[in-house]
C-alpha cells in the first residue's frame, strides 16, 4: 500500500459472512433461500402484508437463536481495531445480529437494522425487544399492537445513508468483508470508495460479485483473515 495516501480513515462493511462461524447461516450459503424460505415471503413488505404470522414467527426465531451465540475471532478483532485506532473508523454491518456489539465494536452502524429493536408502525418508536412479536404484544411508548421487526426488508431504504456515505467520502482504506456483493446500496460502496480515491480491500470466503472493484482481495474465513489483517493495520500506524 505504499504508493498510496496513509491511512487515517478506515471503513468497513461487513456482511453474513463475518457470523458465519459464529453458527449463523448466510443467506446465499442456502441458494437464496433463508432457512428454506424465499426471500419474498420473509423479507419484504408485500410478504408482512400477506402472511404477518409467517413473517412474525420467522424473525422470532432468528432473534430467539442469535441470543444462543456468540461473537468469533473476526468480531472480536473488529472490536479490538475500533478500541485501539486513532483516527476515524465506522464499521457499517448489514448484519442484523449484534455480534459486533458483543465483540467490542462501538463506532458500528447497522444500515439493515436489528433484530433486538422492534419497530412501532403506528408511533415510530423503536424498543428494545428480546422475545416474541408473534402474540402481538403492546408498544411500550404508545400502547398500540403494530409493532414489526426492525429490520429493513427488499424495496426499503437503509439506515444511516448519510453518515455512511459522509465516511465514504472521507475514507483512505475501504475494507469489505463476508459480504457477497449481491445487494444494493451496499454492493456499491467499494466503487463510490475508490472513486473518492481509498485503497480497497476484501477479506471474504470466496469472491464476491464486485471483486474487480478491490485493489486486494483475500480468501479464506474470517475468523483468520480478520484477526491477521487487524494485526497489521495496527502495526502501521
Ligand atoms: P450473503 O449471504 O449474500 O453472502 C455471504 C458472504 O459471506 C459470501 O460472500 C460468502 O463467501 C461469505 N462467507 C461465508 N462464510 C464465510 C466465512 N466463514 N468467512 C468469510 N466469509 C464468509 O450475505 P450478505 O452479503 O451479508 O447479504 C445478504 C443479506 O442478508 C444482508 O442484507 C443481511 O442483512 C442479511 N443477512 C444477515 C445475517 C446476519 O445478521 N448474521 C445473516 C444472513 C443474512
Known amino acids: 500500500m505504499g504508493d498510496m495516501r496513509p491511512i487515517r480513515n478506515i471503513v468497513i462493511l461487513t456482511g ?39 413473517v412474525l414467527r420467522f424473525y422470532d426465531m432468528r432473534r430467539a437463536a442469535i441470543q444462543t451465540k456468540a461473537p468469533n475471532a473476526a ?23 449484534d455480534l459486533h456489539e458483543r465483540g467490542g465494536a462501538r463506532r458500528l452502524l447497522h444500515m439493515h437494522g436489528e433484530h433486538l429493536l422492534a419497530w412501532c408502525t403506528s408511533c415510530d418508536m423503536r ?13 411500550p411508548a404508545c400502547d398500540t399492537r403494530a409493532l414489526r421487526p426492525d429490520v ?35 454492493a456499491g460502496f467499494v466503487r463510490s470508495a475508490r472513486a473518492l480515491g481509498a485503497r480497497t480491500l476484501e477479506l471474504n470466503l ?15 474465513p474470517a475468523t ?5 489483517w487487524v494485526e497489521e493495520v495496527l502495526a502501521s500506524r
Open 16 to 54: 453474513a459472512g463475518v457470523s458465519a462461524e459464529s453458527g449463523i447461516d448466510t443467506f446465499r450459503s442456502a441458494g437464496g433461500l433463508w432457512e428454506q424460505h424465499r426471500v419474498e415471503d420473509v423479507a419484504t413488505p408485500e410478504g408482512f402484508a400477506r402472511d404477518p404470522e409467517l
Open 127 to 139: 424498543s428494545p425487544w428480546t422475545g416474541p412479536l408473534i402474540e402481538r404484544p403492546a408498544c
Open 75 to 97: 468480531h472480536e478483532a473488529l472490536g479490538r481495531l475500533d478500541a485501539a485506532w486513532p483516527g476515524e473508523l465506522l464499521i457499517v454491518t448489514q448484519n442484523v445480529d
Open 206 to 220: 470466496e469472491a464476491g460479485k464486485g471483486a474487480s472493484w478491490f485493489h486486494e482481495s483475500r480468501l479464506g
Open 152 to 186: 429493513v426488508w427488499f424495496g426499503e431504504v437503509p439506515y444511516h445513508m448519510d453518515a455512511i456515505n459522509g465516511a465514504l467520502r472521507e475514507a483512505d482504506l475501504f475494507v469489505s468483508i463476508g459480504t457477497s456483493g449481491a445487494v444494493y446500496p451496499a
Open 224 to 228: 483468520e483473515l480478520v484477526p491477521a
